[in-house]
């Protein structure tokens, strides 16, 4: 199989760039929508986290898969998620991944390699072992990624799925982004150990902490783990540190936390770390970000549009689909 | 009928779940809450808005994401005479703890005659565009775990009276409040301490001619249905369970009597639920009353759909009552 260098050439590099500034342009404009009375439910953003998102996300090849939760719509964006599928699952339309049944960020298609988790966490961290147990079992050279929050490493599934698949040296990469909060409780309430990483000495595999808002060293150090899952040399927990600069979810103002916290981790945006390294190294002009701009927010806008002039499903396909045939 | 004596202020759904849970931790120093989010943050719902404040940590524990976890040390604290009040952050993670729940809180009093005197309460219920994993109605699947008692208020002065019940009660107690009601239902409720039985119905509504046996938010699509039929000259009774488990036959049977034509309306789903029981328990215990067939209107088996024309499929409507009432006048 074609895999990618640990080196991301221009090219890649460029993609990394879109993906991020698209996440973040999708995620700006449902903040908008929300706070507008436009959707009829919920949002999670991952505004700040985009490093991750992406930068793991990226480290995966076709066929592998995904496993993101309610806050990581961004990182299904390099497996194939469109911003009009995006649109079309907060708008409940026909034409979402879910024809209308699910929410939020609670979508997926397996052709491309990404789960539609649930709401209940880690539910996933599980699934995408079994996965990789699938894998396994076939003798595929294929690997499962799986996304959590520190909030959700509280839950036994967690510790219960970080052992068997150690324990059966599944090839799967288990990544956990610690933003500081699960909801309104800070990590001090959630854990005594100073890195979720330090959990992985207990299950006998590699734990390893990066900067969460370096998309380099996201994607290097997701990507060592992909090669070595792949290669049948088992697990790997990476820990990303960010902080979540928005609330819980669209109506969190999130007054727990200090306002100077949030000033500082909105200074350390991953987008703008990232344009200064491209730049630095003479790939991105003033004049190349605009017109990715530009073109992001077409794709944005032409999302919107399409979500809102799609159909609704009709009311009795609620009860179709529950069972396969 | 909600009694209403003076004393009373206006008091909406969740500000009566509040002000039972604050009342409780007053009167029993043995009372204490455990949940995600509860402290400084009053919860997702905001139902212990400002008790950490007066209670202390010590007394309002946020719990980091661990149902199984803390539902069992809840068990472990009932056991040493404590009285926890668990908090889901939504009723659907209940199933995150439902085996401390079925296996060992509810069957512990069978096998030791020790009392596990611990609620366990959330937001249920549907027809908020919440989707799959936050709009469940999940007390059918309790209700049918021996050593379990399951409430589900439809009304502010029952959410109160039955809460403070369920502190005081002796056994594990699951509480569901319907989060559409939060807010939504308000009615003028006595300030002063009171209790509502757990196991007793109540006759929201006196009638003749149909009986609807609901609880929880469909209450309030009974009695609007019932409003309608009254225009068209038919009398319905609306008795209101309050407790899903155990059920009072009693009013039910007795409500049957007089009406003899039974409408059974829930939100859970519809199959081996508790329209199946309060249908088996009139057909047993009734039959010579009925003059009719019971009908059933519930969610359908299926999941809670996200997307609006979905979810208004979904839900059973003051319609689909007032066709039911019409069907079954015509016997
Ligand atoms: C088992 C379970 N309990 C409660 C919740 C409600 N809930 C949704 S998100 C969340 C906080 C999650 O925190 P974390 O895992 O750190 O992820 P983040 O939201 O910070 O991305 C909670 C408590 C849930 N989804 N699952």
């Not at chain 1, 439910?41 to 592998?64: H, K, N, R």
Request: hydrophobic share 40%.
């Amino acid at each position: 199989m074609q895999v990618k260098s640990i080196e991301l050439g221009a090219k890649e590099l460029m993609d990394v760039y879109y993906y991020m500034r698209l996440g973040r342009a999708i995620e700006d404009r449902l903040n908008l929508l929300y706070k507008g009375g436009k959707l009829p439910g919920a949002i999670y953003l991952g505004t700040g986290q985009e490093a991750i998102e992406v930068g793991a996300s990226y480290a995966l090849e076709p066929g592998d898969v995904i496993a993101t939760t309610h806050r990581d719509m961004i990182a299904q964006l390099p497996r194939g998620l469109t911003p009009r599928e995006v649109f079309s699952q907060h708008y409940g339309r026909i034409t979402s991944l879910t024809r209308g049944k699910g929410e939020d960020n609670y979508q997926g298609d397996l052709k491309r390699g990404m789960l539609a988790s649930v709401s209940m966490l880690p539910n996933f961290y599980p699934v995408a072992a079994g996965c990789s147990l699938a894998f396994k079992i076939r003798k595929e050279k294929r690997v499962a990624m799986a996304y959590c929050g520190e909030g959700a490493t509280s839950v036994g599934d967690w510790h219960e799925t970080l052992n068997i698949a150690s324990v059966q040296n599944l090839p799967v990469v288990f990544i956990v982004i610690n933003n500081g909060y699960a909801y309104s409780t800070p990590v001090f309430k959630e854990m005594k150990v100073a890195n979720v990483a330090d959990r992985a000495c207990a299950y006998g595999i590699p734990g390893i902490v990066v900067d969460g808002n370096n998309v380099i060293e996201c994607y290097q150090e997701a990507k060592k783990a992909v090669e070595r899952a792949r290669e049948g040399g088992g697990p790997t927990l990476i820990e990303a540190k960010t902080m979540r600069i928005r609330g819980h979810a669209g109506h969190d103002p999130a007054t727990y936390v200090a306002k100077e916290i949030i000033d500082l981790w909105t200074k350390r945006d991953p987008i703008v770390r990232f344009e200064n390294y491209l730049a630095e190294r003479g790939l991105l002009s003033e004049e190349t970000k605009q017109n990715m701009i530009n073109r992001i927010n077409n794709e944005v806008e032409d999302a919107v549009q399409f979500a809102e002039s799609s159909p609704y499903p009709d009311g009795k396909e609620a009860i179709e689909d529950v069972y396969a045939a | 009928m909600s009694m209403q004596p003076s004393g009373d202020r206006e008091t909406t759904f969740i500000d009566a779940i509040s002000q039972a849970l604050w009342e409780e931790m007053e009167r029993d120093q043995s009372v204490f809450m455990m949940g995600e989010d509860i402290g400084i943050y009053g919860g997702a719902f905001k139902a212990t808005k400002g008790f950490i404040e007066h209670f202390g940590p010590e007394r309002i524990i946020d719990m980091p994401i661990a149902e199984e976890g803390f539902i069992g040390m809840a068990v472990g604290a009932a056991l040493m005479g404590m009285r926890p009040v668990v908090e889901m952050q939504y009723a659907d993670f209940i199933s995150c703890g439902w085996d401390q729940i079925v296996n060992t809180a509810a069957k512990m009093h069978y096998r030791t005659r020790e009392a596990v005197p611990m609620v366990i309460r959330g937001p249920s219920g549907a027809g908020l565009r919440a989707g799959p994993f936050h709009s469940q109605s999940p007390e059918g699947w309790f209700a049918h775990v021996p050593g379990l008692k399951v409430v589900v208020p439809g009304t502010p002065y029952d959410a109160k009276g039955l809460l403070k019940s369920a502190i005081r009660d002796n056994n594990p107690v699951i509480f569901f409040e319907h989060k559409y009601l939060y807010r939504r239902l308000k009615e003028s409720i006595p300030t002063s301490d009171y209790t509502v039985p757990i196991g007793k119905a109540d006759v929201e509504r006196e009638g003749d001619d149909i009986t609807i046996i609901t609880y929880g938010a469909m209450l309030q699509i009974a009695l609007e249905a019932a409003r309608r039929a009254q225009d068209k000259g038919i009398s319905v009774e609306v008795v209101d369970l309050r407790t899903i488990y155990p059920l009072d036959k009693e009013t039910i049977l007795n409500s049957i009597a007089k009406t003899s034509r039974a409408i059974m309306l829930y939100e859970d789903t519809r199959t081996l639920g508790i329209g199946a029981e309060v249908s088996a328990i009139i057909a047993e215990e009734g039959f010579e009353y009925l003059d009719g067939p019971i009908i059933r209107i519930s969610a359908p088996d299926a999941p809670v759909p996200y997307s609006p024309p979905l979810e208004d499929y979904y839900l059973p409507s003051v319609d689909d009552v007032v066709s039911a009432i019409d069907r079954l006048s015509a016997y």
